[in-house]
């Protein structure tokens, strides 16, 4: 004989909330890597410009910037909302005009501004920072300036240089993300050995019964029994049993005797 007892849930519940919590938070930092990853891999396989909360990074090939911005550095650049805020000394990303490099993107800096009668900004002048160059051979309209530099970053720089091999990519995303399934499945099982665990402890064998429980137990069981063959106890009704049947027969024959007979007392 054995007897289920209710298994405390609390600490169990709490364990999975947070399971689930941290889980989710690991699946977030991973997601946001995996943008990260995506949005260099574009740039460094098609050459074009993606926009990452509103800032963009470019990675320097030419030396008119030095020793401010070096080759190989991966700056970062804030998308230029009014290009009328922009001042001189400002350094700035634009889409070069004219000259050789028409078309393609340049970081330099502001050296002049040239305004309208009204105030707004009708073109600048630009310079790389290196001592050799000389002053822009353009005026550069205020539309084709894109984004403001912000900062170099040489971390972006490495992790970019990373990643740009097939290796990287497998480090950075496909291991952390094999990984984390890794914990997912190894958490879920180890949960649903502990429920099991739960379950049988919360189990009680009749040999681990003293003897007052068992003849307590074995009183509830036969008060169950009687209760459940009692038909009084389901419809609420009295019994009636075959005594009081044959009484009942007996009763409506003596009535069928007392009934006098309309044809013997015809004449």
């Not at 364990?15 to 460094?44: D, H, P, W």
């Not at 350094?91 to 340049?106: E, H, K, L, M, Q």
């Amino acid at each position: 004989m054995k007897t289920e007892q209710q298994p405390k849930k609390t600490a169990s519940k709490a364990k999975k909330v947070y399971n689930i919590v941290s889980t989710t938070l690991v699946l977030l930092v991973f997601a946001f890597l995996i943008a990260i990853v995506g949005v260099v891999m574009y740039q460094r396989t098609h050459g074009g410009e993606v926009s990452l909360f509103g800032y963009y990074m470019y990675n320097v090939i030419s030396p008119s910037m030095e020793p401010t911005i070096d080759v190989g550095d991966v700056i970062i650049a804030k998308k230029v909302e009014d290009a009328n805020s922009l001042k001189e000394g400002d350094v700035v990303t634009f889409t070069a005009p004219s000259g050789d490099f028409a078309g393609r993107n340049i970081t330099h800096r502001i050296v002049e501004v040239v305004q309208n009668e009204d105030g707004s900004v009708k073109y600048f002048k630009t310079k790389g920072d290196n001592p050799q160059a000389n002053v822009d051979n353009w005026q550069l309209k205020p539309y084709d300036v894109k984004a403001k530099f912000v900062r170099v970053s040489p971390f972006i720089s490495g992790f970019r240089e990373f990643i740009s091999h097939w290796y990287g990519y497998v480090v950075l995303v496909v291991i952390p993300l094999v990984f984390v399934g890794v914990l997912i499945i190894v958490g879920y099982v180890r949960d649903k050995m502990e429920e099991a665990k739960a379950e049988q402890a919360a189990t009680v064998h009749a040999d681990d019964l003293t003897d007052e429980q068992k003849r307590e137990l074995l009183s509830q069981y036969l008060s169950g029994m009687d209760a459940s063959s009692d038909p009084s106890a389901t419809d609420g009704q009295p019994s009636h049993t075959a005594e009081d049947s044959r009484s009942s027969k007996q009763d409506m024959q003596a009535e069928d005797a007392a009934i006098p007979d309309d044809k013997n007392d015809e004449t």
